[in-house]
Nanobody, 122 residues
Framework: QVSLVESGGGLVRPGGSLRLSCAVS????????VGWFRQAPGKEREFVAI????????RYADSVKGRFTISRDNAKNTVVLQMNSLKVEDTANYYC???????????????WGQGTPVTVSS
């Protein structure tokens, strides 16, 4: 069983930054792609970013490209989502997910965390 635990969410003003972390169980970290999704109130969950198991490939939703960066910290079995220039519309619950197929659809991911809330408000 693969476990994922998100942390780092909170309240931030527009234009600010947050750093989300996803701790992945040690046995799965090296051979699973990890993605971030988000779900705003009243909306469907949407893809945000993905990083391949090797770290060699990344992909971003157009809405966050140039503002968010996904990376892997192999020493800590953690995937980090650095979010800069945050906007009110980035407000959502953010989920990390792991899977062995590199894709942006939810069905590419077999394991999900519980989510961490991000609120961007003045």
């Amino acid at each position: 069983q693969v476990s994922l635990v998100e942390s780092g969410g909170g309240l931030v003003r527009p234009g600010g930054s947050l750093r989300l972390s996803c701790a992945v169980s040690k046995g799965a970290f090296s051979d699973h792609n990890v993605g971030w999704f988000r779900q705003a109130p009243g909306k469907e969950r949407e893809f945000v970013a993905i990083i391949s198991w090797s770290g060699a490939s990344t992909r971003y939703a157009d809405s966050v490209k140039g503002r968010f960066t996904i990376s892997r910290d192999n020493a800590k079995n953690t995937v980090v989502l650095q979010m800069n220039s945050l906007k009110v519309e980035d407000t959502a619950n953010y989920y990390c997910a792991a899977g062995q197929v590199y894709g942006i659809k939810e069905n590419a991911f077999q394991y999900w965390g519980q989510g961490t809330p991000v609120t961007v408000s003045s």
